[in-house]
Structures are given as C-alpha cells and as structure tokens.
C-alpha cells in the first residue's frame, strides 16, 4: 500500500510554527521599540517667538521713516507704547504651539492693529499713515523669513507667509513692531 505524503510537504510542526511565531513576535517588537525611541528622541518643534521691537526702537523707526515732528512723537509715543505692551501679553498669552491658540492670537493682533491703526490716524496725515501702513508691512515679512528660517522651511507652502502676514480682509496680523 502506497502511503499519501504529499499532505506532508506542508506540514510544519508546532515547533517550527512557534519559532516562525517568535521570530515574528521578536521583529514586531523590535519595529515598535525603534519607532517609539525616534518618536521620543526627536525634538518638539515649537515655534519661535515673535520678536517684537522695544518703544525706543519703534519710535526711533517711526521718527526716521514718517518724519515725525517731537510734538507727533510725544503724541504717538503712549499709544505705541501701550500697543507694544498689548502685544507682548497676547503673544505671551498664546505662546503654546497648538493651531487653534496660534489663530486666536492672529486674530487678537489683527483686532489690535486696527484699533492702534484708528487712533494713529488721527494723529498722522494721509502720506504718514502710508508710509506707517508699508513700515508694518515691510517688518511683517522681515518677521515671517526669520520664522521660517528658523523653522527651517520654505517660502512656498502658503498660509501666513504667502501674503506678508496678510489676512483676507487686508489686516496684518504682526503690526510691523
């Protein structure tokens, strides 16, 4: 009688299995320990903080760039001031890396600048409050490329960066100080 073993051609032991097994097991493991110990190694990103300029250096630039007379610039100098300290407690405020807390603090300095923006207005005439406007502008986008370079990132990608810290109602978010 002829024996039928090709049955036998598939046939693995429970020891070979159990060794398939533990050798799966034993890789499996070793994967999830490496990725974890990369995952924990690798730094936390955080953004940098926004630097922002002291009064003396906003009024130095303000006076050289808009011509101001000394009696504008004690005028301004309170209200640059009381921006300056403003901005500084909503940045501080927001200093958390989280998307949700970085949008609110746009939005509370987009709403600062245009409430500074309203009252310098009444102090600057029509070619000083351009000159003003194009000052924030020209600070904003020098913030953004140091942020980026410090992140280590690109121009591209658009969001903040693309528009000079530009929203779409034309506010800037930084204040240029």
Same mark, same amino acid.
């Given at each position: 009688?002829?024996?039928?073993?090709?049955?036998?051609?598939?046939?693995?032991?429970?020891?070979?299995?159990?060794?398939?097994?533990?050798?799966?097991?034993?890789?499996?493991?070793?994967?999830?320990?490496?990725?974890?110990?990369?995952?924990?190694?690798?730094?936390?990103?955080?953004?940098?903080?926004?630097?922002?300029?002291?009064?003396?250096? @906003?009024? &130095? #630039?303000?006076?050289?760039? /808009?011509? *101001?007379? %000394?009696?504008?610039?004690?005028?301004?100098?309170?209200?640059?001031?009381?921006?300056?300290?403003?901005?500084?407690?909503?940045?501080?405020?927001?200093?958390?890396?989280?998307?949700?807390?970085?949008?609110?603090?746009?939005?509370?300095? @987009?709403? &600062? #600048?245009?409430?500074?923006? /309203?009252? *310098?207005? %009444?102090?600057?005439?029509?070619?000083?409050?351009?000159?003003?406007?194009?000052?924030?502008?020209?600070?904003?986008?020098?913030?953004?490329?140091?942020?980026?370079?410090?992140?280590?990132?690109?121009?591209?990608?658009?969001?903040?960066?693309?528009?000079?810290?530009?929203?779409?109602?034309?506010?800037?978010?930084?204040?240029?100080?």
């Amino acid at each position: 009688m002829i024996e039928n073993r090709s049955h036998r051609l598939f046939y693995l032991s429970k020891d070979t299995i159990f060794h398939m097994n533990l050798r799966y097991l034993i890789i499996v493991l070793m994967a999830v320990f490496l990725c974890s110990a990369c995952a924990s190694s690798s730094p936390k990103r955080k953004s940098p903080p926004i630097k922002i300029k002291s009064t003396d250096q @906003t009024m &130095l #630039d303000l006076r050289r760039r /808009l011509n *101001l007379t %000394k009696e504008k610039e004690e005028k301004i100098r309170p209200i640059i001031a009381n921006y300056l300290k403003q901005k500084r407690t909503i940045v501080k405020d927001s200093s958390s890396s989280d998307n949700r807390n970085k949008m609110n603090m746009y939005r509370e300095l @987009t709403r &600062l #600048d245009h409430e500074t923006d /309203l009252i *310098l207005a %009444k102090f600057f005439t029509s070619t000083q409050m351009a000159l003003y406007k194009h000052y924030q502008e020209s600070e904003n986008q020098k913030r953004m490329e140091s942020m980026q370079k410090e992140n280590g990132g690109s121009k591209r990608g658009g969001g903040i960066g693309r528009s000079g810290g530009r929203g779409r109602r034309g506010g800037s978010w930084g204040g240029g100080f």
